[in-house]
Structure formats: structure tokens, C-alpha cells
């Protein structure tokens, strides 16, 4: 059995050169997002002493009133985190990598000063549902949006 390899965990920013590994590894919305100047976004990566990527984050940060069906009448738009994409490769899973990346997208989103990070969770999978659970985030109680999880950052334990 191969040795479990120690895993340095990466943040890239916008005015860092896009990874080379980024559009196959996280889908081809990343490189949109990398040249848009409206929002902040991010790419938190697990990487392993020979440069392997074991998974990684795309992060979203934006106003809310951007995404949002509810009005912001009366108050100044809030800035929210969204997770669009968390992928742990296959031969990386099992190795509490998920959680890891979801904790520092947590801790660059407090640094940017957002309110809240959500996410979808996986689509039809219980497991992903299961995860952000023990990462204290909290379900949606809209019956129409039964995978989106949304965690505050005034109580994240950073």
C-alpha cells in the first residue's frame, strides 16, 4: 500500500496566473470567473509534496443582492461566499481533504468580510449533505432548495 501522502493546502488569488490543472480539475466556468472584475474569486487547492492536487475549492464571493430573490431594501448589501465546486479526486477521499478546504474557504471568506458562505451540496448525494452537517452548516428549510447549506461566519470557528 502507498504511503498516505501530507497534503499543503493552497489559496490562489485573481492576481495569480490561473493554475494550469484549475479547468480540468474544477470545469470551464473557472476561467470566466478568474478574468471577471466584478466578484472575488478564489481557488483553494490540497496539494501534495510532489504537486499533485488532491482536490480543491472554487470560491465565489459577492453581494448578495447579486444572486438573491429577497429584496435589500433598507440595507447595504452583504457579501456572501458560495462554494461553487469542491472536488476531492477520487484516490484523495477519505482523508478529511474536504473538510480541510471547506474550513480555509471559511477563513478567506471571513478575511473578506462575508456574512455567510453556502453552498450546494452534491446534488443527490446524502454523503456531501452528511459532511457539511458535521461542519456545522445549515440546511435550507425551503423544500425547492433541499441541497443548499449556508453556515454564518460570526460563529465559524476559524
Known amino acids: 500500500m502507498a ?59 459577492e453581494d448578495d443582492a447579486q444572486n438573491s430573490r429577497q429584496t435589500t431594501e433598507g440595507r447595504p448589501a452583504q457579501k456572501v461566499a458560495s462554494i461553487r465546486q469542491l472536488i476531492v ?18 477563513a478567506v471568506a471571513a478575511q473578506e468580510k462575508c456574512l ?10 446524502p454523503d456531501h449533505l452528511t459532511m457539511y452537517d458535521r461542519l456545522r452548516f445549515v440546511r435550507a428549510s425551503s423544500a425547492d432548495r433541499p441541497y443548499l447549506v449556508t453556515r454564518s461566519l460570526a460563529d465559524a470557528e476559524l
Not at 482523508?95 to 474550513?103: D, E, H, Q, V
Open 3 to 61: 504511503p498516505v501522502p501530507s497534503y499543503d493546502i493552497r489559496e490562489y488569488r485573481q492576481e495569480d496566473p490561473l493554475p494550469a490543472w484549475a479547468n480540468a480539475l474544477l470545469g470551464s466556468e473557472v476561467s470566466d470567473l478568474w478574468k471577471d472584475a466584478m466578484s472575488i474569486t478564489r481557488i483553494i487547492a490540497a496539494m501534495t509534496d510532489t504537486g499533485d492536487v488532491g482536490g480543491a475549492i472554487l470560491l465565489l464571493i
Open 89 to 106: 479526486k477520487a484516490e484523495h477521499r477519505g482523508r478529511g481533504l474536504a473538510g480541510r478546504l471547506i474550513r480555509r474557504a471559511q
Open 116 to 125: 455567510r458562505i453556502r453552498s450546494t451540496a452534491g446534488w443527490g448525494c
